[in-house]
């Protein structure tokens, strides 16, 4: 253990394996080259040892240099002396410098990374492949020129200007292309063994996802076959087929894997390949009067071949991890980190089988609108990874707009899972910035088959059940409650809000108005809304306001209701002069910012008055921006409008509320009216509620007033304003002038 922790500290460093590993390697490398004479010159057919050294470079950069010299020294000393030996590590050693201080000038970050990268292809291509061959031969032959390699030059003969000139710096070209990568994953796996199952997980995962069997098979009989015509050995039977001519043959085939199996695999086969046909030409290259010119034309294949396969190899490969980035992206939401609707309709469509269930969370829109959307973002997360551990494999959960998410089990899973599931969400805590939160879960599933065409209606049923679980408090199933009641649910809320904007586009409602009367003869009257359907019949707000609300059309419902009322005081001025206004105003409309300035928009075409306006606010949980309310209420009190709070006393207005209230006038809920003769704890309630209005210098208005002895009473109990049907019915707007 203390061997392996010193020699991984230490592995890099210019005296250890950057030092050991180019003695070691450098016979190898010298075995793989390949040389022959042709008229009394030696050529090169293919050369290992600059793509050798270049990789140790690649690994180990400058550190590789000592053990690269010595390498050189050690081998060559013996074969050539003292003098051609110092002058070859000189020669390397250049060319090295040159090459690697080039490449890592124009490319300082990352430039040791596996081959394959084409952010760097052009670099290498230019520093690694054509500057180390053409600096490696041009010092060759300066060298030769100045005399210090006596004993090699034949190897460019009495003048360069010759066949075999080109045929040893193509073989230099090819020999740097295709030997480079080989090298660096021979010495890469010496240096970490570990490498290579990384680099053939990596290979694999280069594959075309369609990429079958029985295609690499077939693939690779063709090269055997081409390979096994090429390695035949040359006898009077032979055909063109045993000659160079079957080499050309092998483009198209190594061009087909170059597409589908990727860069690693081809560029990696292909070296192979090469070094087997360079060891081996004289089998298809038979001498002969044209033998040079042959020889040329087979090393100027080597090297086309090689940059046709390795640029291929590398685009193609570069084109289909694009395509699986966008195809990874186009189903992963980007902002959750989760799949998304696509991916969920990929994978029921890849099932035949599901349990599908939606999980709908009501109060985290709220959460999100007051704390911001990264506590819906890490809310879905943590759930996603709450609920991980009791996923098989397979399942997913699934990110869906607003406060959803939907989970898809694989086949027809047991109501007990579904439970268990249940239980295991409730038991989620989720905290942000040190608050814990418990939100209320709706769950609802269904079990469908492929093909799911129709996923869209499937989950707004599954939304309308969610709806339903939150209230019952367990999950509820699609296919036990019936769809059909779902539907009709849904459907008549699509129809009603048809309806809602053709009342909107073609004044489909009217208007009614209902005295308020002053215990001190001053009267206003509060506006009514109703609206009327396809058949004439009058449709109550109680029918179609939760709709717009849900829809987003009840702040148009109130503008236009505004607009109708200011409308009729502007056109009755002189019958009704000093008439006033009540007019209700939904959550949507207080906490719309814009507000105020529609309200003096209208003020300022009617020209009214802005005392003559009563505005009506029933506080509710739909207050979503409870400061933004405040600021609107504040804006239209200071305009010179008056604010009256509606039904105060039930549901969310209590007295904790009244203490924080910013209003002029106070509706007592009917409920209490009601009973006032007969309920001595609602008579105490009302008294209690006087009394705390009186301090805060408000008027009270009570509603329901329906019999004179309820009247009586109000006014003992020293109430302002009553409403009710002993005041007053509801009226069409157009009765007030009738009246007068």
Not at 396 to 420: C, F, P, V, W
Not at 437 to 462: D, K, M, T
Not at 573 to 592: E, Y
Not at 698 to 715: C, H, K, N, P
Request: proline share 4%; glycine share 6%; net charge neutral.
């Amino acid at each position: 253990m203390q061997f392996s922790g010193w020699y991984q500290r230490n592995k890099n460093k210019w005296w250890c394996l950057p030092l050991i590993l180019p003695v070691l390697i450098h016979p190898l490398a010298f075995y793989f080259s390949v040389y022959t004479e042709l008229h009394g010159i030696r050529v090169v057919l293919y050369y290992m040892l600059p793509a050798m050294m270049l990789a140790l470079m690649m690994i180990f950069s400058w550190a590789a240099l000592p053990g690269i010299v010595l390498s050189i020294l050690f081998h060559y000393l013996p074969l050539r002396g003292s003098f051609d030996g110092f002058a070859s590590a000189l020669h390397y050693l250049l060319m090295l410098t040159i090459c690697w201080g080039g490449y890592s000038l124009f490319v300082p970050r990352r430039n040791n990374v596996n081959f394959g990268n084409m952010y760097q292809t052009a670099a290498r291509m230019f520093w690694l492949v054509f500057c180390s061959a053409t600096a490696f031969f041009l010092l060759y032959q300066s060298a030769i020129r100045f005399g210090l390699y006596a004993a090699q030059v034949s190897l460019l003969g009495d003048t360069p200007w010759k066949i075999s000139t080109l045929i040893n710096y193509q073989a230099l070209l090819v020999s740097c292309l295709t030997g480079l990568p080989f090298c660096y994953f021979i010495i890469r796996t010496l240096r970490h063994p570990r490498f290579a199952r990384s680099f053939f997980s990596r290979m694999r995962a280069q594959f075309h996802p369609n990429t079958t069997r029985l295609e690499l098979g077939l693939w690779w009989a063709c090269i055997l076959l081409l390979l096994s015509l090429l390695l035949l050995p040359l006898t009077d039977a032979s055909t063109i087929f045993n000659t160079n001519y079957t080499f050309t043959l092998m483009l198209p085939v190594m061009i087909w894997g170059a597409m589908r199996f990727g860069f690693l695999f081809i560029t990696t086969v292909w070296t192979i390949m090469l070094l087997i046909v360079s060891h081996y030409f004289y089998r298809y290259l038979p001498p002969g009067l044209d033998y040079d010119n042959q020889m040329a034309l087979t090393s100027s294949c080597f090297l086309v071949f090689s940059f046709s396969i390795y640029l291929m190899a590398e685009v193609t490969t570069r084109q289909r991890a694009s395509h699986e980035k966008i195809r990874y992206a186009a189903y992963i939401d980007p902002v959750v980190q989760m799949p998304n609707l696509r991916a969920l309709n990929r994978d029921l469509n890849g099932h035949a089988g599901s349990m599908l269930c939606l999980l709908r969370f009501p109060e985290l829109e709220l959460l999100s609108r007051n704390y911001g959307m990264l506590l819906r973002i890490t809310f879905k997360q943590e759930m996603a990874n709450w609920l991980s551990g009791m996923l098989q494999e397979g399942e997913q959960l699934y990110h869906l707009s607003s406060d959803e998410l939907a989970l898809r089990l694989n086949g027809e899973t047991q109501k007990e899972r579904i439970e268990a599931l249940d239980e295991q969400i409730r038991q989620f805590r989720f905290s942000w910035d040190g608050m814990p939160f418990q939100l209320q879960v709706g769950i609802s599933y269904s079990y469908v088959r492929a093909p799911v065409a129709h996923h869209h209606l499937l989950l707004g049923e599954l939304g309308t059940m969610a709806d339903h679980s939150v209230h019952t408090g367990h999950p509820e199933s699609l296919q036990l409650y019936g769809a059909r009641h779902v539907q009709k649910a849904v459907k008549s809320k699509v129809d009603m809000m048809n309806q809602l904007q053709q009342a909107l586009d073609h004044d489909g409602f009217f208007l009614l108005a209902q005295p308020i009367e002053g215990v001190r003869g001053d009267t206003y009257h509060e506006i009514l809304l109703r609206m009327k359907d396809e058949n004439g019949e009058v449709v109550e707000p109680d029918c179609f306001l939760p709709v717009a609300h849900e829809f987003g059309l009840s702040s148009k419902i109130d503008l236009w209701v505004l607009e109708k009322s200011m409308a009729f005081i502007s056109d009755y001025r002189d019958a009704l002069p000093a008439c006033r206004f009540s007019v209700n105003l939904t959550p949507s409309s207080v906490c719309r910012p814009r507000f105020v300035n529609d309200v003096q928009r209208l003020l300022k075409r009617y020209d009214v008055q802005a005392w003559q306006l009563v505005f009506e606010v029933t506080e509710s949980h739909s207050l979503t921006n409870v400061e933004q309310a405040s600021r609107t209420l504040s804006a239209l009190q200071h305009m010179g409008c008056r604010v009256a709070i509606d039904d105060f006393g039930t549901g969310y207005a209590s007295y904790a509320r009244l203490r924080d209230l910013n209003a002029d006038i106070m509706k007592i809920d009917g409920s209490f009216i009601r009973n006032l003769l007969v309920s001595s704890l609602d008579y105490q309630i009302v008294d209690s509620i006087c009394q705390l209005a009186r301090t805060k210098k408000m008027q009270l208005v009570a509603e329901s007033v329906e019999t004179d002895e309820i009247r009586e009473a109000i006014r003992k109990l020293g109430i302002d304003y009553m409403q009710g049907w002993a005041i007053g019915r509801p009226l069409p707007l157009e009765a007030l002038i009738q009246g007068k």
